[in-house]
């Protein structure tokens, strides 16, 4: 497994009438992936293997698309490869005509905890809970810090 990427062998679901129920996957195929972890990897392996690179993080990109070039804060870029990492906004993939509009009654926040300490990298748990999520689940997530391999 590459460091920050986890098998997942067992899921576990809490619904709001106190039931529970557990799935336990019997292949290694499925992974909790670390996408912060996983983002920066990518990242320095760029950095590494580009001379002259133009890479922007955590920014706020206005992004327009004319006569076929995009064009992020009014300057045109010329890539190959484009990492639209603005989540459920897309606001670089909308620009360029890849992502259709959402429509607010298909959107669903749900919540997502990083957890540290000592914890099971191979299990996670859902909880199907209105007061915590109104449409969706609450999830923990693996932080990979807490791991020795």
Do not use: W
Request: proline share 3%.
């Amino acid at each position: 497994c590459v460091k920050g990427m986890h098998i997942l062998h067992d899921v576990e679901f809490f619904f709001p009438n106190g039931k529970q129920k557990k799935l336990t996957i019997h292949s290694n195929d499925i992974f909790i992936l670390n996408k912060d972890f996983f983002l920066q990897n990518i990242l320095h392996k760029v950095v590494r293997n580009q001379e002259d690179k133009c890479i922007t993080i955590r920014t706020n990109a206005k992004a327009s698309y004319k006569d076929g070039d995009l064009y992020i804060n009014d300057e045109i870029v010329d890539s190959r490869v484009i990492i639209d990492a603005s989540g459920i906004s897309s606001s670089i993939g909308r620009a360029v005509g890849l992502s259709s509009p959402l429509n607010s009654e298909d959107v669903h926040v749900c919540a997502q905890y990083v957890l540290k300490g000592d914890i099971d990298l191979s299990k996670i748990q859902l909880f199907i809970d209105k007061p915590y999520a109104k449409s969706g689940f609450t999830s923990d997530n693996r932080h990979p810090e807490n791991t020795s391999s």
